[in-house]
């Protein structure tokens, strides 16, 4: 029986495509894997595994009582998830967030999908929209989407832009930070009261940083993102002071909320910065995506006080992202309304992060298999993260101001009852998971 069912085509074998192959060939049928590397290489990626993690070796917290993330990681692990399994394999310390070693994890799932006697993995890139008579295809092409791929789905459907940039903020290691000038607060005290790390600046350090933003050298652009529109809510930090001198102290460096303990004098401006890991020992610089090139991002952000010493875990960056205005194109199981052969899976679909592009993946691989096998695909529960994100991207969020989103329990309809606010997102999590399994339960078998 397996033989006379006709294949999927799955473009792309990034974290989506990966998932989608799995989960479409363990239900029995056949895919056709399409990878472009190494015919065709990226900016971004250093080698042609599948599955290749090219901005960070971590999936976050995997909490699932107290974390959508990690809801969304146990969810998965529930619907046999390739992605997941590799995880656990190749684990590296990182407290209660899931990191992986990035190498031997993409060497896992490529030897898993090379060997899956229903998968067949094609190397080259498919630069335009498929043949016709690719009758189920899902398009898993990720923030680095060709082109030519990217043209041809702009033209069917419909859409003014595709793509935006995704800009990176720099990390500092706590201990090279010097707090006889920063401290620790929250702006009015909210929270514990002393989240974030904060570094003042006087009128006149503050307007000869907006100087130096605004003449310090920046990346080049290749021809074909020059006009790409950046993502405003990763707006880079030199193209925020480009709007004017007062931008940024009504933006990411306002000073209201804050009192220096070493300054008797108010400060003028403020740079925050977050934790960025559980130890505690890298700082996340609130705002400050950039696009200046390495050196000068070093030399500009050593004269903001407190960071004269500073080193930098890594510095920021921009990469080109693609996404589709999802909600408008397209439909409740991640098909094109204008080509319904077309299922999207992945961050093209307006999701962010490896686990969000995975978990997509993993369900328009057994969407698209159900279909193949006579059967119509079931959409998990809006209580569960699978269906909070598929109907945050396909008609729960506003298309005319669609951005791309992490899961977070915001996308699921509150608890039911009365509930105390510190147990909110446990009782979410619990009804998630049962809620998930009675859908399973009807799958068909």
């Not at 699932?64 to 998830?81: C, D, F, P, T």
């Not at 335009?128 to 989407?145: C, F, H, R, Y």
């Not at 940039?165 to 514990?192: E, H, L, M, N």
């Not at 003042?200 to 000869?208: G, I, S, W």
Request: with cysteine; hydrophobic share 40%; charged share 25%.
């Amino acid at each position: 029986m397996t033989q006379a069912v006709k294949a999927i085509h799955i473009i792309g074998g990034g974290m989506a495509g990966s998932e989608a192959a799995w989960q479409a060939a363990e239900l029995g049928v056949p895919v056709v894997l399409h990878e472009m590397r190494p015919v065709r290489k990226t900016d971004a990626h250093q080698t042609d595994g599948l599955a290749e993690l090219v901005c960070s070796n971590s999936f976050r917290s995997d909490d699932h009582e107290n974390n959508a993330v990690g809801l969304l990681h146990e969810e998965m692990r529930r619907m046999n998830s390739l992605v997941m399994a590799a995880a656990k394999e190749h684990r590296v310390p990182a407290g209660s967030a899931l990191a992986v070693d990035r190498d031997a994890f993409s060497a896992h799932v490529t030897h898993v999908l090379e060997n899956h006697p229903l998968i067949t993995i094609e190397r080259g890139e498919v630069d335009g929209l498929p043949p016709a008579d690719w009758d189920s295809v899902i398009v898993a092409t990720g923030p680095l989407t060709s082109p030519a791929l990217s043209k041809a789905v702009l033209e069917l459907c419909g859409e003014d832009s595709l793509a935006f940039f995704d800009a990176i903020a720099p990390i500092v290691y706590k201990d090279s930070i010097d707090f006889g000038t920063a401290w620790f607060q929250s702006r009015y005290d909210k929270g514990d009261g002393a989240d974030y790390i904060n570094l003042p600046l006087t009128r006149e350090q503050y307007y000869e940083f907006v100087e130096d933003l605004n003449t310090g050298e920046k990346t080049d652009f290749k021809e074909w993102e020059k006009d790409t529109p950046y993502f405003e809510g990763c707006m880079p930090i030199e193209v925020m002071a480009e709007r004017g001198p007062e931008t940024l102290r009504f933006g990411p460096m306002k000073p209201v909320g804050l009192t220096c303990p070493h300054w008797e004098q108010r400060q003028y401006a403020v740079v925050q910065l977050r934790q960025d890991n559980k130890l505690g020992t890298l700082y996340n610089m609130v705002g400050f995506q950039t696009k200046l090139k390495y050196a000068e991002q070093t030399r500009i952000f050593k004269k903001i006080p407190g960071l004269q010493d500073a080193q930098f875990a890594r510095l920021g960056g921009l990469h080109r992202n693609t996404f589709l205005n999802s909600p408008k194109v397209l439909d409740g199981t991640m098909r094109m309304k204008a080509d319904p052969r077309l299922r999207f899976a992945g961050q093209i679909t307006g999701v962010e992060g490896y686990v969000e592009s995975a978990a997509m993946g993993l369900m328009a691989g057994r969407f698209a298999a159900y279909e193949r096998l006579g059967h119509t695909p079931s959409v998990p529960p809006i209580t569960t993260a699978f269906g909070a994100l598929i109907n945050h991207i396909t008609g729960g969020a506003d298309a005319k101001t669609f951005q791309p989103m992490n899961i977070n329990f915001g996308l699921m309809p509150p608890p039911d009852g009365k509930v105390r606010k510190n147990e909110r997102k446990q009782v979410q999590s619990r009804r998630a998971l049962a809620d998930l399994a009675t859908w399973i339960e009807g799958l068909p078998a």
